[in-house]
């Protein structure tokens, strides 16, 4: 099997002067290879054309971008299944940001944010990057944040009890 080699990435957001600022933070951090897409028509086909190192995309570029990611990860011949997804949002909730986890997003921005914040993200992604489930509700980037040792001895500070 051909190894695929990943590399690019792309921006899309609805307004374009908001994707033309976040791909020029992007290659303020380095990136050369930026796509700016301004519709999900766009970005549905850059996707299906090559495969990228990082998506950066807006909730706001359609009412189904949640659904887009998880129909993304569940499609085996989609050349960015494994991409890492960053979403951003004016205005996420809770519920929304929870949503789109389960659908495979693997980091979430609130806007405004600054390219610190971005780079944060970015270097988050590859300093500790999470492995790629496969599950029948879910494909996607390990949800769990933190590794859990289980069966540490005495975990809640208690007194075993004496025989």
Not at 27 to 37: F, K, P, S, W, Y
Not at 92 to 109: C, K, M, T, W, Y
Not at 118 to 128: D, E
Request: glycine fraction near 6%.
């Amino acid at each position: 099997m051909d190894k695929i080699v990943k590399h690019g990435i792309v921006i899309a957001d609805p307004v374009g002067n908001m994707a033309s600022l976040i791909a020029a933070m992007v290659r303020g951090l380095g990136h050369r290879m930026v796509l700016e897409v301004n519709s999900v028509r766009d970005l549905k086909a850059a996707l299906a054309s090559r495969s990228y190192s990082l998506i950066v995309v807006d909730d706001a570029i359609s009412p189904d971008t949640v659904d887009l990611v998880r129909t993304m990860r569940t499609d085996f011949d989609n050349p960015n299944r494994t991409t890492a997804v960053i979403m951003m949002s004016t205005a996420p909730d809770i519920a929304r940001i929870a949503e789109a986890r389960d659908a495979g997003v693997s980091e979430f921005l609130k806007k405004p944010f600054s390219a610190t914040d971005l780079q944060k993200r970015i270097a988050g992604l590859h300093i500790t990057p999470r492995e790629f489930i496969e599950a029948p509700e879910y494909s996607g980037p390990d949800r769990r944040r933190r590794k859990l040792t289980a069966g540490i001895d005495n975990q809640r500070g208690a007194k075993e009890p004496e025989v």
